[in-house]
């Protein structure tokens, strides 16, 4: 196996040890984040996409160089004058195994590059996913929360108004009470008022007719005085 053939099967080595990694169930995505975000990639990672294309272009050109390769010796006039020869025979098919070998090789390397790269977007979009999730059943919960919390308000709101009604209703009826205890004591009031001024305007009937009487007696009075007076003097 030529130099470059070793570097491409190492490299496809490189690349089922890393899937195999990636693809280890009890790693979650989250921690698969948390290994993304270190700082060696943030680093790295102004020259990912030039390396991800560059080593696309590399593996294509070699695949298509096996692909020549397999054509060559699958052509029928080696296997022509494979058949001739014998030992020509085991040479072409030497050739053609190692051009086949090379094929799936490079094939498989290609592929595993590109599935790497969307394994690695999975799970941060994965990650992202999760995150998200969970940040949207903690604002479930805290909504959840909040409407028990807001329908326990409620409750304890209709509570205090049936309690406060029933209050006012207790007190409604008390004043209504007080209002007729009132009433009657102004009803008893205006009778004791209007029994006063009968009382009064009996004792003005009474005082005018006293003063009347004293008018009269007084005038009487004076007259006997005088008649008195009238008999004195003839008397003399």
Not at 144 to 172: G, I, P, R, W, Y
Not at 208 to 232: F, I, M, P, V, W
């Amino acid at each position: 196996m030529t130099l470059q053939w070793t570097a491409v099967a190492f490299f496809l080595y490189i690349e089922i040890a890393v899937s195999l990694i990636l693809c280890i169930p009890f790693i979650s995505a989250q921690r698969w984040r948390v290994v993304f975000g270190w700082r060696i990639w943030s680093w790295l990672s102004p020259y990912w996409n030039k390396c991800f294309f560059t080593m696309i272009m590399v593996l294509i050109v070699l695949f298509l160089d096996a692909v020549r390769e397999v054509q060559k010796y699958s052509a029928p006039e080696p296997m022509q004058d494979a058949k001739v020869n014998p030992n020509l025979y085991d040479h072409v098919h030497m050739k053609l195994f190692r051009a086949q070998r090379n094929l799936y090789i490079c094939g498989f390397s290609l592929f595993l590059w590109l599935i790497m790269r969307r394994i690695v977007t999975l799970l941060n979009e994965a990650a992202v996913t999760l995150e998200n999730s969970a940040g949207l059943q903690a604002q479930m919960e805290n909504a959840v929360k909040a409407a028990k919390q807001h329908q326990e308000d409620n409750q304890t709101l209709k509570q205090a108004l049936l309690e406060e009604e029933k209050s006012m209703s207790a007190k409604k009826q008390q004043l209504k009470l007080e209002v007729e205890k009132l009433a009657g004591q102004l009803k008893a009031a205006e009778d004791a008022v209007h029994k006063s001024h009968a009382e009064v305007e009996a004792m003005k009937r009474q005082a005018k007719g006293l003063a009347h009487e004293y008018d009269r007696l007084l005038r009487e009075h004076h007259q006997l005085q005088n008649l008195q007076s009238t008999e004195d003097k003839k008397d003399q």
